[in-house]
């Protein structure tokens, strides 16, 4: 169960094994991210370029089919893998992981199967370069964060046992709290190869994903992150002497804006609190119109099967979208950057067409420029926010690997530049600078995240002397915020009505005791138990753990043993060590049955109560449960206060917690509490006079 | 004791509160590291000032008369401040901080009174000041935690009643839980003043100083760096106009190398893992070494009274030095900086001089400086690097404010350098780089902190490129330094004594149970008990928290009630609410006796045994329990493995656990656990021979 009981060659197994999975990790999520940014930039540019020479040629037809078609493809193929091969690729990602490492180990969350698992990361990882290329506004660090997971998921099961790519090594991480941490490390290597983040990456795993943390996980998940940070500027480095295409466009750092000069005063100040408060409350009404969208959605897949349907007309639309909204100015410029000409005469270009017509990094590259004030209209910013603000909220529903980041800095880069146009009267603020601020401002009113945002903004930005003035416009954001709505991920897992226990349990909690939530027949095995009768509780509930209760002559009073699981007694039952007799069996049985047997199987893949061939006259005889019971499980005294045992509960990272009674002379257990019992559907359920009195 | 059980205004009030202490904390600590700062630059200026001026004319033994007079006196008034009116302020303070949010309540870390903080708060500002004007090698940053976690201290104490300086709206933080949350935004906002890091305050007091965490705390930490980094934004502004005197140098980023091109190839990783490697052990032997000399100086302290005697002679020893080692070289310069001519003809300057004779500040900014190969001899590093390895060590154990942080970087920049220099041949890597990834090889072999160092790293030098070269140095060093011992500040608390709870329990402890442990005669109360018992009790024994079993007939059988805390008591016998009989007396209790009173008061400020006024006739009444007992206490099983019960100790941050038997009919409550119990110290008293099967 610990490792700390095993001899010092296995604790160097494992330890070796622990790093080695880390490095391993780093390497495939550093490599993902690398050849993801490769094929985005080569099709999305392959794309542009051959619109933009066909409109050279005045070949407006022609050139609208190529983009429309190119387009519609790609968008149709992202849909198709998403849709027949790998549905759970669909969406961002982050939710299921935040849920999975909040405990909840329900079925499908990571991939049921490993080679399910395979399916999806090749589904997410081809569905968003097509859907980016697409020109969607949808960002990769959810699909990436996705991957990121699913590969540690992939290695933490173990490889295969049917095939024999298994190793006894490989039993250490067959257990829940070791696949939480490679999941933890995988989600931070994500977002760390998405934004080219190392710290924001782990910050980010802190701060979001993970919902209990300990010291040394911080350190491995360091190490990971650093493996994808050293991968990334790898491969920069040998695409910057142009091997890779079209890619080689962006360094380490993805938007540096360092050349700005930063000075400000008391009215940029000013402007800068009113642009977080304006932030905070389109972030939170973003995260609304992402409720109702996704709820919108989610009914009409209840018509319609495959929601493949979706991303076509919307392919086109924004193909249609862009190309009738011609801009009517030129200005001259003589910056450098990603600017297009499009329909201009030489040394002109067309602003609009800047942020449409290229990919999203570089319409974000564009809009954070600075020295650059009059580069964009007003007009130009404010079409292409609302386009943006849209499109990002539609695009979020549709059936592709798609994340929430690159559509919110886009959209609060524009709000920024466009209030730094508005307020370029009276301020000293370079509005290349409040588009970063604008950017800043969106993300905290949307992710409520502060020190991760605060410090993958600086990574992608590398201008550290706007920090107080980031921090200061991601506090007032996420207040504002706070005031309206919960956070978009903590939306998205409650609308997926995944049992997410939160960090602070609800006021009532507080005038109920432990007691009060127990529901449902009570179901005990004595110590050793007749195997009919444990078959009937496997059959006929659903629960997943069973306390053990040792009674006489095997203890004086009836006392609580233990805790058994499902998945151990299914295997103690397929390894059919029955006895005759009601008596101890001891160690004997580990002798039948293998250590490794007991391990957690990956998800889907463990053992089923259809897969137990237990004969009638076997229904008779007895089985000792003492081996595989969990004879120290975590307690609570029937009295405690609820909140106090939610709080206990979630902090420990338990999933089932026995009460036990406060008087002597009753049953020794009164009930068992998991995850469910918390939630607040079933709670106000039991005491439905709550809900008027708060 | 919740907050959930108040009223909205009430709630309304304490969130206001929390957030307004959280901008004091934030503004003062802001301001005093600018205090500091402009002081330490001023005195240390005008000293170097007049000794350079007086070499000049060629008065070498005035210049060394001023020198030496200036460092003796700044040392002897830093010394005498720390030794007569605050010891308390000598040494880091970061090792007391820690122990204190690891929920060690002992006497005088933070200070016993409320005057006391003051005088504290005062002895570590101008000791610090002093010392480090005077020379010596220490850093700001622990003395600068220190005094953020007293203001913290001081603003949680909410006020004095003696004065009627107090409010009803402060008692909310009259509680362990409110005021470790201020001490933790107080630690952060330390750091963030001394290096001017906001992000890496708030990493520093997730990573190193919190033993337990929340993210609604992350949210605060990060608000009062922020307030902290705009505090310090607002004076480096205006002190740039020239307001300042001396001060006016640094910026917001203190040793900015962002100018430096950073190009490196497979060689120059070689020599990166090589330097961290290096670092590491380094690191470790300073640890080793630092550990030694404060062992040393305990023994010295034990026979002379004050510790004032040893800064008089090391002050001289550290000016001597500096005079003696007078540089062999002046080479030629064009680059800017603080570089010192001293005794060479003018456009040259004297290597070592620009490293001796300078702020610890400035050398540093010197050491980091880039594009700068040839300037500074190999033998001028070597000479520098291990006079300040061994000051730094020697320094750090006598009486007067000081941090490790400064003299780590110091001498691990050196160190980079040197090593920079050896490698020239075969590297690009500027050696200024170099510079920074030993600073950063050192630190991560002492503080073996990952994330935390990596972001303040990265705040003072504003140089994102060398982000996974930095990562890839302190990865090395931290391993390496963890195979010889452990990092310095958990050596310091161990060498303090103070019952630090580990975040992982020993091994042996899984053969343990929960049972084991508990030693000494148990006192419990009755639900209503006897005054005469309590105060028998009390008087006799030291413990903290005594259990409250109900007995017939106010239950069928012995249970367990609650358990009942020391102070509590002592307020309750202070208000006397007895009664003749054995009776509940229900809430009359808490009619008679404000809540406030029972309100947690400021250490050492508490009731006394001797306080109370007990008549004699008086011992034969009743009191009744009830009311102030917490009814849902955390409970163990006996038979629970010791080593789960240690980490749900550290995990829920307790003082007290209850160990509750497995069986019945027996008493409802075995033993109580605290944290104490869980020292290996205890346990391998209790089990000698568990120390030989190691």
């Not at 397929?574 to 008596?583: I, L, Q």
Request: glycine share 10%.
């Amino acid at each position: 169960e610990d490792w700390r009981s095993r001899r010092t060659v296995q604790i160097f197994q494992y330890i070796l094994l622990k790093w080695a999975f880390a490095l391993i990790i780093g390497l495939s999520t550093g490599l993902v991210g690398i050849f993801n940014n490769i094929a985005v930039e080569n099709i999305a540019g392959f794309k542009l370029l051959l619109t933009t020479e066909l409109m050279l040629k005045h070949k407006y037809y022609k050139a609208f089919a190529a983009y429309a078609g190119c387009n519609l493809g790609l968008a149709t193929s992202a849909a198709a893998l998403c849709a027949f091969i790998a549905p759970a690729a669909a969406g961002s990602g982050i939710p299921e992981v935040k849920a999975y490492l909040n405990g909840v180990d329900a079925y499908s969350i990571l991939a049921p199967s490993t080679l399910f698992v395979k399916v999806n990361v090749i589904g997410i990882i081809f569905g968003s370069i097509f859907g980016v290329a697409a020109g969607f506004v949808v960002g990769k660090e959810g699909p990436m964060v996705h991957t990121g997971s699913c590969i540690a998921s992939l290695i933490g099961q173990g490889g295969s046992r049917k095939y024999h790519l298994t190793s006894r090594w490989l039993r250490y991480f067959k257990n829940d709290r070791d696949r939480r941490d490679l999941i933890t490390c995988g989600a931070a290597a994500g977002v760390a190869a998405a934004f080219r983040a190392p710290v924001g990456g782990v910050l980010f795993a802190l701060e979001e994903a993970a919902s209990w943390w300990r010291s040394a996980l911080l350190w491995r998940t360091f190490f990971t992150t650093a493996v994808v940070a050293i991968v990334l500027r790898g491969f920069i480095q040998l695409c910057s002497t142009g091997t890779c295409g079209l890619f080689g466009q962006g360094g380490l750092i993805m938007y540096d804006i360092s050349a700005a000069k930063v000075e400000y005063s008391t009215p940029d100040i000013l402007a800068v609190i009113l642009l977080g408060v304006i932030g905070g409350i389109l972030g939170s009404l973003y995260n609304y119109l992402v409720d109702k969208v996704l709820r919108t959605y989610s009914i009409i897949n209840e018509y319609v099967t495959h929601s493949i349907i979706d991303p076509g007309p919307n392919g086109s639309v924004s193909a249609e979208e862009e190309l009738l909204l011609r801009s009517y100015f030129c200005p001259n410029t003589d910056v450098s950057g990603n600017y297009k000409s499009f329909q201009c005469p030489p040394g002109h270009y067309n602003d609009l067409a800047s942020l449409f017509l290229n990919t999203n990094d570089d319409a974000i590259r564009n809009l954070l420029s600075t020295n650059t004030v009059k580069a964009f209209h007003i007009s130009s910013l404010f079409i292409f926010f609302v386009a943006v603000y849209c499109l990002g909220i539609i695009t979020y529903g549709i059936a592709i690997p798609s994340g929430l980041f690159i559509p919110v800095i886009l959209a609060g880069s524009c709000y920024g530049r466009l209030v730094g146009r508005l307020f370029e009267p009276i301020s000293k603020l370079d509005v290349g600078l409040f588009s970063l601020l604008g950017a800043a401002s969106f993300l905290g009113g949307t992710m409520r995240m502060t020190v991760s945002l605060c410090v993958i903004l600086l990574e992608l930005t590398n201008d550290l002397l706007m920090l107080p003035l980031v921090m200061l416009v991601l506090l007032i954001s996420k207040t504002m915020g706070d005031m309206f709505n919960k956070g978009v991920y903590d939306q998205i897992v409650k609308l997926k009505g995944l049992p997410y226990m939160e960090a602070h349990p609800e006021p009532y909690m507080k005038h109920l005791i432990a007691r009060d939530v127990v529901t449902g027949p009570l179901i005990t095995f004595s110590g050793v138990e007749k195997v009919g009768n444990i078959l009937h509780a496997l059959k006929n509930t659903g629960h997943n753990g069973f306390p053990v209760i040792d009674e006489p002559p095997f203890s004086d009073a009836p006392e609580l043993c233990g805790l058994v699981l499902r998945s151990k007694l299914l295997v103690l039952l397929k390894g059919k060590a029955f006895s005759n007799d009601r008596v101890l069996a001891g160690n004997k049985v580990l002798s039948k049955i293998s250590e490794l047997d007991f391990a957690k199987a990956g998800s889907g893949k463990g053992l089923k109560l259809e897969d137990l061939d237990i004969q009638e006259e076997e229904w008779d005889m007895y089985v000792d449960l003492h081996p595989i019971a969990n004879t120290s499980p975590y307690t609570v005294v029937e009295t405690m206060s609820l909140a106090k045992a939610a709080v206990l509960f979630r902090e420990l990272g338990l999933r089932h917690m026995c009460v036990v009674p406060k008087s002597q002379g009753r049953p020794p257990i009164v009930g068992i509490l998991t995850r469910h019992d918390f939630q607040p559907e079933h709670i106000l359920g039991l005491y439905p006079h709550i809900r008027f009195q708060q």
